[in-house]
């Protein structure tokens, strides 16, 4: 059999939880992968103590989230508390699709955590986490802080203009490579949800240990972006090809690169050099 889309999203759902959680258990599959709809769930004994059982539902192009989908979850929740009533069992959703905000504001009503698959571990890690803290519910595996002290890798939000020129896409793969051997991980807004711009720019930030901002191409979203980073205390680093930069910026300690092989190449040594000097100020 030939398998379809909603068997990569299973695997896809399983392999994300599975940066985050140890002892992900892949229970019951609802739904053949080449149909049109499919449930599988996934459940976890989270370190607070809590069991968590995630429901993954992949939809077919002409099968959309609707509120059915709401009343059926919100059924299941409560059996599911009363099987586990001293585990504070919580019930949640992970979808292939974006919700209406009205079948949305339902399931925060009644404390569902909901939300869609992201691109990345680490995208889905940080929609979960938003998830979970908009009904008021805490995990202390998806808590940014937790990561750090447990030596998961710490994340860098990178922040660079949708215009970017040849130099600076070479010099990304510089960031990011420094970026991976001082341990972080590398985020970026991607797939934007142009109704939720905002929040998922500031779900990415709060989430990040650190902020690095490309201002090479002189851009309002990327000042915007820095910003907002500098406003939540986050450590930001700028980088930039060209000399010139706006007066408010120039009192940082910019790293200033040359457009030339060996001045990208140049780049990575730089930005690891910065990150040390940063991990050594933080050490207790």
Not at 93 to 99: H, K, M, Q, V
Not at 161 to 178: F, N, P, T
Not at 224 to 249: M, N, Q, R, T, W
Request: charged share 25%; aromatic share 8%.
């Amino acid at each position: 059999m030939t398998e379809g889309p909603a068997r990569f999203f299973e695997d896809a759902v399983y392999e994300h939880l599975r940066s985050v959680f140890t002892g992900v258990r892949r229970n019951v599959r609802l739904g053949d992968t080449t149909a049109e709809s499919m449930i599988v769930d996934f459940s976890v004994d989270s370190d607070s103590g809590r069991m968590l059982l995630f429901e993954a539902k992949w939809f077919g192009e002409s099968r959309p989230a609707t509120t059915s989908l709401f009343l059926s979850m919100a059924g299941l929740q409560d059996q599911f508390k009363s099987y586990y009533p001293a585990r504070s069992a919580t019930l949640s959703l992970i979808t292939n699709c974006e919700f209406s905000d009205r079948v949305k504001n339902s399931f925060i009503r009644a404390q569902l955590p909901v939300c869609v698959l992201g691109t990345t571990p680490e995208e889905t890690v940080l929609r979960l986490r938003n998830a979970f803290q908009t009904v008021g519910i805490q995990v202390p595996e998806l808590d940014s802080e937790v990561h750090f002290s447990t030596g998961i890798m710490r994340r860098c939000f990178l922040v660079h203009s949708a215009l970017q020129d040849q130099v600076m896409r070479r010099a990304e793969g510089q960031m990011e490579a420094a970026l991976a051997l001082a341990g972080y991980s590398t985020i970026r807004l991607t797939n934007l949800d142009l109704n939720y711009v905002l929040s998922q720019l500031l779900e990415f930030i709060k989430a990040a240990d650190l902020v690095v901002v490309d201002i090479s191409v002189p851009d309002p979203n990327v000042f915007y972006e820095a910003g907002l980073a500098h406003s939540l205390g986050k450590e930001v680093i700028f980088i930039s090809h060209k000399s010139e930069v706006p007066i408010d910026i120039a009192s940082n300690r910019i790293i200033f690169y040359d457009p030339t092989d060996r001045g990208i190449e140049l780049l990575r040594d730089n930005l690891l050099e910065r990150l040390k000097l940063i991990e050594n100020r933080n050490l207790p």
